[in-house]
């Protein structure tokens, strides 16, 4: 379909390894985000990148967390030197205008 | 005051009862608003938007009072399929980012 694809589906790590998360947004898509939902909880907002422009990075938790977005579509979560508590779903979404929709998510276990 | 925020409940009914939800926000600025569906395990789905004059589809209906600063959910004749987590959406910050609520819980039960 077209709608945003994310991959891994789900990914088993063993602590201290980096994982990287891959998103591939609606096409035309100007707006994609990254949040975080770990078991029972609400949605963490990570990373927000529009267009061209500077991402904001205020939601990310820690150093160990980066993203970047190619040529305005792509976008790629890189996670460092995992940690039992980054266990959780990292859902991507876009949106063109102020409706947002997501992918599937990531299912991310740090064993 | 917290950006955005929902009763968890859960909200336990029975089939075919009215359920409503609110959720308050903060940022009076605040323009677009939206409900979301959420299955367990899954991500969140778009369910409506909600519009000034309040917006209505099929068994749902979405209102919003600024003045209060709140969203309101109607669930008529609630459906056992109708059961998941229902997330309010406010966008905040000076750029759109969208802020979500923890979720309401609803169960419908035979």
């Known amino acids: 379909g077209a709608g945003v694809s994310q991959s891994p589906s789900n990914k088993v790590t063993e602590k201290g390894k980096d994982v990287e998360l891959r998103c591939d947004p609606i096409?035309?898509?100007?707006?994609l985000y990254w949040y975080r939902q770990s078991l029972g909880q609400g949605l963490e907002f990570l990373i927000y990148?529009?267009?061209?422009?500077?991402?904001?990075k205020s939601g990310l938790p820690s150093d160990r967390f980066s993203a970047e977005r190619t040529g305005g579509s792509v976008s790629t979560l890189t996670i460092q030197r995992t940690q039992q508590e980054d266990s959780a779903v990292y859902l991507c979404?876009?949106?063109?205008?102020?409706?947002?929709?997501f992918g599937e998510g990531s299912w991310l276990t740090v064993v | 005051r917290k950006e955005v925020e929902q009763d968890p409940g859960p909200f336990n009914v029975p089939e075919g009862a009215t359920v409503a939800f609110n959720c308050t926000y903060s940022?009076?600025?605040?323009?677009?608003f939206f409900w979301y569906r959420q299955d367990c395990r899954k991500e969140p789905k778009l369910l409506m938007s909600?519009?000034?004059s309040g917006n209505e589809d099929g068994r749902f209906t979405a209102q919003l009072n600024r003045a209060s600063q709140y969203i309101s959910l109607l669930i008529r004749d609630s459906k056992l399929s109708d059961s998941a987590t229902y997330l309010c959406?406010?966008?905040?910050?000076?750029?759109?980012?969208?802020?979500f609520g923890r979720g309401t819980s609803l169960i419908v039960h035979p």
């Open positions: 979404a876009s949106s063109l205008r102020n409706t947002i929709y």
């Open positions: 096409s035309g898509h100007t707006a």
């Open positions: 990148f529009q267009g061209n422009s500077a991402p904001d």
């Open positions: 940022n009076s600025a605040s323009q677009s």
């Open positions: 909600v519009y000034s």
């Open positions: 959406v406010v966008p905040s910050g000076g750029s759109y980012i969208p802020t």
